[in-house]
């Protein structure tokens, strides 16, 4: 038993020494930092630089901005002084670029910085230095921003690399600016009428969805001033004349009227691009559509495949120009250029059927009338023939050369039979329609003429026509095509 008493009485000892250590460690632990902090200060004092670290202020971010801007504090699905008088959202823009003008859609599409200003009381907090807080895109979805949209908008799409572009800045007085990143495609009304000639103005309509002009005032922050645009802004076909902006009030029947802003921009179209691709080669065509009036209209084969060539050139100059067109229901200005442009080498292609008709009926006559002619050299006695046994009759084609010529020098001499005598009818001698190319030559012969020495002709007549149609063609069809074109461009023009 005594044993066992002292057994106890030496453990108990042993864990009171025990604690008793552990309690002089953390004593020295802390007085150890407290005489670490004091021999450093001393170092300092000596001369040995210790940095500091600074607090670490990420980790109350949260922190601080739920308790400046007081977030959860207000509801923030209702405008700011719901139930007082229209809240004023000022409006500003920044166009990057224009991308595209569509003439088939009758669309364009626009890349811009679009900025609303506003006060709202309840995002107030306190600075001791008046700076600004700017947030990204996760705040926009915790406070109240105007719900501005696009009018007319077909597509449009937030820019979102490589994170949402959008920027919101808070200061202390409750002023709030919300920037964001835009690419809209809007529909624009054009007048094609004078087409490729035109000048087109289209406008990006910009007005709040929910809110009428009682609840929320929409308005351009800085007048004209409010759209900023970079110079280096161009297009391929056309020349940004002008910028300006505007607003309204738009009425919709079931709820009332909003403010509207609107973005008016002017458009020239450049011309040298359809010069190049249209009026030039519709103007070649025609010209070479003349070329068939100095072809011999006896060569049908060559007329006739230039004048299809032509039709078939222009017809698909004008199915070209029309698949990059809307379906308008109205003439614009290069269909009346490009469709007179066809008819000219239409006519041209009529006027070598109109000659080729009458030179078959010509011919026709003039066969008629040789036949009548031998007829009658061999019915009735020719007139005077100065001794020679017989007469003969003639007929050379208009292709006729001139050892032709010198081949009758075989012939004696007589008498021509004159135009009374052969009595040739009335119908083939028109006034605008001679004979045609053809020669006829009535000359007295002697039997002895193929034995005797060769003489000259004593006389000959020679009755040669050119077709009149192709004569008059030659300068009536580039007149009236230059004459069109004077009324053309400088109506055109002097309009532009």
């Known amino acids: 038993m005594p044993?066992?008493?002292?057994?106890?009485?030496?453990?108990?000892?042993?864990?009171?020494?025990?604690?008793?250590?552990?309690?002089?460690?953390?004593?020295?632990?802390?007085?150890?930092?407290?005489?670490?902090?004091?021999?450093?200060?001393?170092?300092?004092?000596?001369?040995?630089?210790?940095?500091?670290?600074?607090?670490?202020?990420?980790?109350?971010?949260?922190?601080?901005?739920?308790?400046?801007?007081?977030?959860?504090?207000?509801?923030?699905?209702?405008?700011?002084?719901?139930?007082?008088?229209?809240?004023?959202?000022?409006?500003?823009?920044q166009v990057?670029?224009?991308?595209?003008?569509?003439?088939?859609?009758?669309?364009?599409?626009?890349?811009?910085?679009?900025?609303?200003?506003?006060?709202?009381?309840?995002l107030t907090f306190t600075s001791s230095t008046n700076k600004s807080m700017t947030f990204d895109g996760r705040l926009v979805k915790k406070i109240w921003v105007p719900d501005v949209f696009f009018v007319h908008s077909k597509r449009s799409f937030i820019h979102d690399t490589t994170t949402d572009n959008i920027m919101l800045r808070v200061f202390p007085d409750g002023h709030v600016l919300y920037s964001l990143r835009v690419t809209v495609t809007a529909a624009c009304n054009m007048d094609f009428s004078r087409f490729p000639l035109d000048t087109q103005t289209c406008s990006l309509e910009l007005e709040s969805y929910a809110y009428t002009d009682e609840d929320l005032m929409l308005y351009w922050k800085s007048g004209d001033e409010s759209l900023s645009t970079d110079d280096r802004i161009s297009l391929?076909?056309?020349?940004?004349?002008?910028?300006?902006?505007?607003?309204?009030?738009a009425f919709y029947s079931s709820t009332g009227w909003y403010n509207r802003l609107y973005i008016n921009f002017t458009l020239r179209r450049h011309i040298f691009f359809f010069l190049l691709q249209t009026y030039f080669p519709a103007t070649l065509m025609v010209m070479l559509s003349w070329v068939s009036f100095w072809i011999d209209r006896r060569a049908v084969p060559a007329r006739v495949s230039l004048g299809i060539t032509t039709v078939l050139t222009m017809s698909t100059i004008i199915t070209g120009v029309n698949a990059s067109m809307p379906r308008v229901s109205y003439i614009k200005a290069v269909d009346i250029y490009l469709w007179v442009s066809f008819v000219f080498v239409f006519l041209s292609v009529l006027e070598y059927a109109a000659v080729n008709y009458l030179s078959t009926v010509q011919d026709r006559r003039e066969r008629k009338m040789r036949d009548e002619i031998r007829e009658r050299a061999r019915s009735q006695s020719l007139p005077c023939t100065c001794g020679m046994s017989q007469t003969r009759t003639m007929i050379l084609d208009g292709n006729y050369s001139e050892a032709d010529t010198h081949s009758l020098a075989g012939y004696t001499s007589g008498t021509m039979v004159s135009e009374e005598d052969v009595e040739m009818p009335h119908e083939v001698m028109d006034e605008k329609q001679t004979p045609g190319e053809h020669i006829v030559v009535h000359l007295s012969v002697s039997s002895e003429s193929t034995t005797t020495k060769k003489k000259g002709i004593r006389a000959l007549k020679i009755i040669q026509n050119t077709h009149a149609i192709d004569k008059y063609s030659r300068m009536l069809f580039p007149g009236s095509y230059i004459l069109f074109n004077f009324i053309y461009w400088c109506s055109y023009c002097i309009g532009a």
């Open 236 to 249: 391929s076909q056309f020349l940004i004349q002008k910028f300006h902006t505007t607003s309204h009030l």
């Open 96 to 122: 990057e670029s224009l991308d595209s003008i569509s003439e088939v859609d009758m669309d364009f599409t626009m890349t811009l910085y679009l900025r609303h200003y506003w006060k709202d009381e309840r």
């Open 3 to 93: 044993y066992l008493t002292k057994s106890l009485f030496l453990f108990f000892c042993l864990v009171v020494t025990g604690e008793c250590r552990n309690h002089g460690h953390r004593v020295r632990r802390w007085t150890g930092t407290v005489e670490t902090a004091k021999h450093g200060t001393e170092t300092a004092n000596h001369g040995t630089s210790l940095t500091k670290k600074p607090p670490d202020v990420t980790k109350n971010c949260k922190l601080k901005t739920e308790q400046l801007l007081k977030v959860d504090d207000h509801d923030f699905t209702m405008r700011p002084a719901f139930g007082g008088p229209a809240i004023p959202v000022g409006v500003d823009v």
